[in-house]
T-cell receptor, first 116, second 108 residues
Framework: NAGVTQTPKFQVLKTGQSMTLQCAQD?????MSWYRQDPGMGLRLIHY???????DQGEVPNGYNVSRSTTEDFPLRLLSAAPSQTSVYFC???????????????FGPGTRLTVL | SQELEQSPQSLIVQEGKNLTINCTSS?????LYWYKQKYGEGLIFLMM?????EEKSHEKITAKLDEKKQQSSLHITASQPSHAGIYLC????????FGTGTRLQVFP
């Protein structure tokens, strides 16, 4: 299994540009999520999905869109990039979020995004 | 508002010393995870705690979840430079969230 893969690893955008961060997992996991990591802020949840066709907002959803058309893929779209979106983005997946949960979250290697 | 608070925010210890990192929640925890992140890399799963009073160990790292399931501690015995990194607690409340992280440096 490849686990959780993210592309690209690095990206530089200009303010106002749009782009999509790709995330895929091959473990048949129901739950997928996107986090951003900023210095001193830890990981903050952007959006998450509990299954194909179902998405919901996390702590910091503004400026981002997601969709979940398949179990495997969970792309994150930046609609109009802003310097405040400069961050490291992590995608994660786990088998289920149902309680009681016995699930380890698997993380991708991250995408380092800079918005100029 | 941050539902998971970690303390301290950063820690610098001499090799061989013991240390403790705390993670406190404002809500009851259904599952508490500890991850480690090396600088510039992804997250590595350390352990998960579910039951109040549960304690797990892996090599020199021990984590506990208190009886009320609102606080967890991570204890490292005889720290080594390889323990350096950022330690993050994650928890399930109504969704999966993470604390702000504790940056650990271990000097010889």
């Amino acid at each position: 299994n490849a686990g959780v893969t993210q592309t690209p690893k690095f990206q530089v955008l200009k303010t106002g540009q749009s782009m999509t961060l790709q995330c895929a997992q091959d473990m048949n996991h129901e739950y997928m999520s996107w986090y951003r990591q900023d210095p001193g802020m830890g990981l903050r949840l952007i959006h998450y999905s509990v299954g194909a066709g179902i998405t919901d907002q996390g702590e910091v959803p503004n400026g981002y869109n997601v969709s979940r058309s398949t179990t495997e893929d969970f792309p994150l779209r930046l609609l109009s990039a802003a310097p405040s979106q400069t961050s490291v983005y992590f995608c994660a997946s786990s088998y289920s979020i149902a309680r009681p949960s016995y699930n380890e979250q698997f993380f991708g290697p991250g995408t380092r995004l800079t918005v100029l | 508002s941050q539902e998971l608070e970690q303390s301290p925010q950063s820690l610098i210890v001499q090799e061989g010393k013991n240390l403790t990192i705390n993670c406190t929640s404002s809500k009851t925890l259904y599952g508490l995870y500890w991850y480690k992140q090396k600088y510039g890399e992804g997250l590595i799963f350390l352990m998960m705690l579910q039951k109040g009073g549960e304690e797990k160990s892996h090599e020199k790292i021990t984590a506990k979840l208190d009886e009320k399931k609102q606080q967890s501690s991570l204890h490292i015995t005889a720290s080594q430079p390889s323990h350096a990194g950022i330690y993050l607690c994650g928890a399930e409340t109504d969704k999966l969230i993470f604390g702000t992280g504790t940056r650990l440096q271990v000097f010889p």
